[in-house]
């Protein structure tokens, strides 16, 4: 059974930084690309990162150079450590997983950046 439980989310002030982990269950973890997306209100969700099996990284335009996505096989975990954060990156982070035959996300977590 496929489980993806994300933590980490909360509220920062703009310039802080938050780190988020998704804790994959299942046999996938090492085939898997894992990533993060965020939705906003009245929003679609959208891509903020990804990494595929073999380590390569992709980044949305709006988070280049603030964010980065890392991943550790031995624990079934990925990371998203956010720094610099602005109040336009409040959303509800989701964590992916993507493979041949499946593609699972996480129930969320929120992050809102506010002073």
């Known amino acids: 059974q496929v489980q993806l439980v994300e933590s980490g989310g909360g509220l920062v002030q703009p310039g802080g930084s938050l780190r988020l982990s998704c804790a994959a269950s299942?046999?996938?973890?090492?085939?898997?690309?894992m990533g993060w997306y965020r939705q906003a209100p009245g929003k679609q969700r959208e891509l903020v990162a990804t990494?595929?099996?073999?380590?390569?990284?992709n980044y949305a335009d709006s988070v280049k150079g603030r964010f980065t996505i890392s991943r550790d096989g031995a624990k079934n975990t990925v990371d998203l450590q956010m720094n610099s954060l602005k109040p336009e990156d409040t959303a509800i982070y989701y964590c992916?997983?993507?493979?041949?035959?499946?593609?699972?996300w996480g129930q969320g977590t929120q992050v809102t950046v506010s002073s």
């Open positions: 990494i595929t099996s073999g380590g390569r990284t």
């Open positions: 299942g046999s996938f973890f090492n085939i898997a690309t």
């Open positions: 992916n997983a993507k493979w041949a035959f499946g593609n699972y």
